[in-house]
């Protein structure tokens, strides 16, 4: 999972989290309402639905 893929953006960001940390859904979904994220060696796809909902799927 180290090798970047093409179709990723390598943009560098610092973001500090902590427990009242929040980030806004539009800021991390694309253009199509989708983003996909990698866990533990697995695929999932985060989702925003035509009721403005969200949905992750593996």
Do not use: C, D, F, P
Request: glycine share 6%; proline share 0%.
């Amino acid at each position: 999972m180290s090798q970047v893929k093409k179709n990723v953006a390598t943009t560098k960001r610092q973001v500090a989290i902590n427990a009242e940390s929040s980030v806004a859904s539009g800021l991390l979904l694309n253009h199509q309402g989708k983003l996909w994220i990698e866990h533990a060696g697995e695929r999932y796809q985060l989702r925003r639905t035509s009721n403005n909902k969200l949905i992750l799927t593996k």
